[in-house]
Each structure stands twice: as structure tokens, then as C-alpha cells.
């Protein structure tokens, strides 16, 4: 672990774990202090040679999704899950967003308001899917809630990756854009997407489900309704690979990691960190750097831990969870495809052999003999024989 990530997790947010008022948040920072510290446990392991004898201690992952250290593996996991449900079509990236006004009301009914941005983007892009026009079928839909800006700001908006072609009563139809160049008109989006939204928000307000406080909502929707909604429709990928390294960039993301972090300076209490200021795109003035005291850091940092147990990552379309198996096997052999292979649990040293060429489970002292686990021991204090399930779903090691 690098010192900016140690300093990290033993100042930031060991100081977050004291300080923050909401006890949910103080869990949170508490976990992410632990991670990979001997408060979460730890895995002994020792060579099988009796010859070499080298024994390993190997801390624990907190596991936690707003850990800017854990997150690899479950990642990895669920990319190549989502490897098994590409289809022979384009995929496109369309981003919708929300205007910052709108954030006063949606941090005080996050669930709420966070519920509405998927189901307002979802049912555009499904909406005009159905269009004979533009598809005349359902798109498979992968929808990524993210709630920050580059510089910690909060910033709500829904990443979407939407597929060329659809499913119509078990048919397969095929993408209908133009060179594939767009898949909707991004105006067309635009208007449905914010007639939607602020039509449903319209009914919460009215059915008394929101917590509003003093805002004059009434005022407040007119205001909104002015303006102009921005959805950032781009270009498809290149290809299936394409879509999956986009896919590992974005949906396991957190608010910031470590490799953005410059410097944190406990002396003078500050955190500077890199930044990208979109509105400069492609310029010198594009990269920035940003310096704010520690508790700054911790508050926005906070804005960004979602919901107990809020789900961010959702399928729409032909790839909504409802029968998605069936669903997508009949497609396959509707497109003389091979059927999808069965989702597989990759054990750890799989995944880190193939992306860096190391086998974990050899011993590192002799170089020959394998490693084995002697015996896990747990933040309760207790020792788990090896032959027992193990308690922590974030071990580091699986042989």
C-alpha cells in the first residue's frame, strides 16, 4: 500500500470515523480504516516444505463498495460475468444528468430521488427503443449510478451503456442507426427524459413523499423546467472489448482513489488532489489540481456514500434480472451463437495471474513450493480451522 493510501485510511478517514455525525457514515469510514489493517483479520499461511518453513500474514479487505482500495476483484468478477451477455451488436454510451438545483432536494431524499433519475433514463431510452423508427425493440440497458464530480462536488447522473439492438417477442432486431454514429437523437432524449422526470417528481411532491423542508418546491420546478437538461449521448464503442474496459472503469468506481490524491499533509490538515475540469476539455487548462483541509475532504467524501444497501448498478431491456438467463440463451440460438457459458466463480490468484503474470500461492521465500492456509484469524479474536466456511467475504486469497 502506498504512504498516500496509508495516510489515507489512518488520517482522513480514521478522523471521519470519529467525527461525522451520522452513525451509518461513522461504519462506513470505520471499515475502510480496517481495511487491510489486522483489525479485519488475517489469513497465516506457511510453505508446504518443511525444508523452507516461510510462514505469510496476509490482512484482510474491508470489502466495503466506498473502499478506494477493495473493489478489484468483485470488479474483475463481474466483467467477466457480463463477458458471457455481449451480443454481435454496437454499444453505446449515453450519460443523463441532472441540474444542480435539483441537489438540496435530493440529498434529503437520496433512495427517492435516485429511484427517479434510473427509472426517467431507462424509460426514455426504452421508450424510444420501442420507436419503429429508431429500433422497434428493447435494448439491453446497463445503468451506473454515479453521484460525484471529478473535483468531490455532487453531482447525481445515471452512466448508461445501451445496446445497438434489441429483442422483440423473442426476435432479435438489429441496430437501425446511421453508421452507427448515434443510436437516439440526443433532442428527442432530452425532452422525454426531462418531461418524465419532472412529471413523476410532480407526483411525489404532490403525494407528500418527499421531505422538502423550507424549499418552495413550486418555485423550484419552474426554475428547472427552464432549463436546459443535459444527456451526453457518445459514440459506440469499438467493440465488445472496448465495452468491458469501459465497463471496468465505471462500475465498481468510488468517489476518488489514491492515484489522484497528490498529497495529504497532516501538519497544515489539507488533502490536494487531481482533478479534470471538463469545461476545458482537451486543452492545457483541462488538468487541475485542487487543495481543501482535511474535514472538507471528509464532507464531500461523505455526500457519496449511497443508501443502506441501495443497489447502483441496474438492468433495464432484454437484460433486466427478471428472466435474464432464458431470455438471453433463446437469443443466442436465435443468432446461431454458441450458448452463453455458465457464470463461474474466478478464484483470486486466477484473476491476478492473468492480469499480472504472478501466482500468489507460490511461496515467495523459496520460489518452488506452494503456500498453505494454516489457519484464519478473525477481528472477533477467534481462529477458524480451514475446513470451516469462512466469515469474511473479502478474504484476500482463495487456492
Request: proline share 5%; glycine share 8%.
Given at each position: 500500500?502506498?504512504?498516500?493510501?496509508?495516510?489515507?485510511?489512518?488520517?482522513?478517514?480514521?478522523?471521519?470515523?470519529?467525527?461525522?455525525?451520522?452513525?451509518?457514515?461513522?461504519?462506513?469510514?470505520?471499515?475502510?480504516?480496517?481495511?487491510?489493517?489486522?483489525?479485519?483479520?488475517?489469513?497465516?499461511?506457511?510453505?508446504?516444505?518443511?525444508?523452507?518453513?516461510?510462514?505469510?500474514?496476509?490482512f484482510h479487505s474491508c470489502g466495503n463498495r466506498h473502499c478506494p482500495?477493495?473493489?478489484?476483484?468483485?470488479?474483475?468478477?463481474?466483467?467477466?460475468?457480463?463477458?458471457?451477455?455481449?451480443?454481435?451488436?454496437?454499444?453505446?454510451?449515453?450519460?443523463?444528468?441532472?441540474?444542480?438545483?435539483?441537489?438540496?432536494?435530493?440529498?434529503?431524499?437520496?433512495?427517492?430521488?435516485?429511484?427517479?433519475?434510473?427509472?426517467?433514463?431507462?424509460?426514455?431510452?426504452?421508450?424510444?427503443?420501442?420507436?419503429?423508427?429508431?429500433?422497434?425493440?428493447?435494448?439491453?440497458?446497463?445503468?451506473?449510478?454515479?453521484?460525484?464530480?471529478?473535483?468531490?462536488?455532487?453531482?447525481?447522473?445515471?452512466?448508461?451503456?445501451?445496446?445497438?439492438?434489441?429483442?422483440?417477442?423473442?426476435?432479435?432486431?438489429?441496430?437501425?442507426?446511421?453508421?452507427?454514429?448515434?443510436?437516439?437523437?440526443?433532442?428527442?432524449?432530452?425532452?422525454?427524459?426531462?418531461?418524465?422526470?419532472?412529471?413523476?417528481?410532480?407526483?411525489?411532491?404532490?403525494?407528500?413523499?418527499?421531505?422538502?423542508?423550507?424549499?418552495?418546491?413550486?418555485?423550484?420546478?419552474?426554475?428547472?423546467?427552464?432549463?436546459?437538461?443535459?444527456?451526453?449521448?457518445?459514440?459506440?464503442?469499438?467493440?465488445?472489448?472496448?465495452?468491458?474496459?469501459?465497463?471496468?472503469?465505471?462500475?465498481?468506481?468510488?468517489?476518488?482513489?489514491?492515484?489522484?490524491?497528490?498529497?495529504?499533509?497532516?501538519?497544515?490538515?489539507?488533502?490536494?488532489?487531481?482533478?479534470?475540469?471538463?469545461?476545458?476539455?482537451?486543452?492545457?487548462?483541462?488538468?487541475?489540481?485542487?487543495?481543501?483541509?482535511?474535514?472538507?475532504?471528509?464532507?464531500?467524501?461523505?455526500?457519496?456514500?449511497?443508501?443502506?444497501?441501495?443497489?447502483?448498478?441496474?438492468?433495464?431491456?432484454?437484460?433486466?434480472?427478471?428472466?435474464?438467463?432464458?431470455?438471453?440463451?433463446?437469443?443466442?440460438?436465435?443468432?446461431?451463437?454458441?450458448?452463453?457459458?455458465?457464470?463461474?466463480?474466478?478464484?483470486?490468484?486466477?484473476?491476478?495471474?492473468?492480469?499480472?503474470?504472478?501466482?500468489?500461492?507460490?511461496?515467495?521465500?523459496?520460489?518452488?513450493?506452494?503456500?498453505?492456509?494454516?489457519?484464519?484469524?478473525?477481528?472477533?479474536?477467534?481462529?477458524?480451522?480451514?475446513?470451516?466456511?469462512?466469515?469474511?467475504?473479502?478474504?484476500?486469497?482463495?487456492?
Amino acid at each position: 500500500m502506498t504512504e498516500v493510501a496509508q495516510k489515507l485510511q489512518q488520517v482522513v478517514f480514521n478522523k471521519a470515523s470519529r467525527m461525522v455525525s451520522n452513525q451509518y457514515s461513522r461504519n462506513i469510514f470505520k471499515k475502510l480504516t480496517d481495511c487491510h489493517t489486522g483489525n479485519m483479520g488475517v489469513h497465516h499461511y506457511r510453505c508446504e516444505s518443511s525444508d523452507c518453513g516461510h510462514e505469510r500474514y496476509q490482512f484482510h479487505s474491508c470489502g466495503n463498495r466506498h473502499c478506494p482500495n477493495c473493489g478489484g476483484t468483485k470488479r474483475d468478477q463481474w466483467i467477466a460475468n457480463k463477458e458471457t451477455e455481449l451480443l454481435p451488436t454496437a454499444y453505446y454510451h449515453i450519460v443523463f444528468t441532472l441540474p444542480h438545483e435539483l441537489n438540496g432536494l435530493i440529498m434529503g431524499n437520496r433512495v427517492a430521488m435516485y429511484n427517479l433519475l434510473f427509472e426517467s433514463s431507462s424509460y426514455t431510452l426504452l421508450k424510444l427503443g420501442a420507436d419503429p423508427k429508431f429500433l422497434g425493440a428493447r435494448p439491453g440497458i446497463i445503468s451506473v449510478l454515479h453521484t460525484w464530480g471529478q473535483n468531490l462536488s455532487f453531482h447525481p447522473h445515471i452512466h448508461c451503456i445501451v445496446s445497438g439492438g434489441g429483442e422483440n417477442n423473442g426476435e432479435w432486431v438489429s441496430d437501425k442507426s446511421q453508421n452507427q454514429s448515434y443510436l437516439f437523437p440526443k433532442p428527442i432524449m432530452q425532452k422525454i427524459y426531462k418531461a418524465v422526470f419532472l412529471k413523476n417528481l410532480r407526483a411525489l411532491l404532490a403525494s407528500g413523499s418527499l421531505q422538502v423542508g423550507e424549499t418552495d418546491t413550486t418555485k423550484l420546478i419552474d426554475e428547472v423546467g427552464k432549463k436546459h437538461w443535459n444527456v451526453y449521448a457518445k459514440r459506440p464503442f469499438s467493440g465488445p472489448k472496448t465495452v468491458l474496459e469501459y465497463l471496468g472503469r465505471y462500475t465498481h468506481k468510488t468517489a476518488i482513489t489514491p492515484h489522484r490524491i497528490l498529497e495529504i499533509n497532516e501538519k497544515e490538515g489539507t488533502v490536494t488532489f487531481k482533478y479534470k475540469d471538463y469545461r476545458y476539455r482537451g486543452t492545457d487548462a483541462e488538468h487541475k489540481e485542487m487543495t481543501i483541509s482535511i474535514d472538507e475532504f471528509i464532507r464531500r467524501f461523505e455526500q457519496h456514500i449511497l443508501p443502506f444497501r441501495y443497489v447502483r448498478i441496474r438492468h433495464f431491456g432484454y437484460l433486466q434480472n427478471h428472466g435474464r438467463g432464458k431470455r438471453l440463451k433463446e437469443l443466442f440460438e436465435k443468432l446461431n451463437l454458441p450458448a452463453p457459458p455458465a457464470k463461474m466463480r474466478i478464484p483470486v490468484y486466477v484473476t491476478i495471474r492473468e492480469k499480472y503474470g504472478i501466482d500468489i500461492r507460490v511461496c515467495p521465500k523459496c520460489k518452488e513450493h506452494h503456500l498453505e492456509l494454516v489457519a484464519t484469524h478473525y477481528r472477533s479474536g477467534g481462529t477458524i480451522s480451514i475446513g470451516e466456511k469462512p466469515k469474511n467475504k473479502a478474504s484476500p486469497i482463495e487456492f
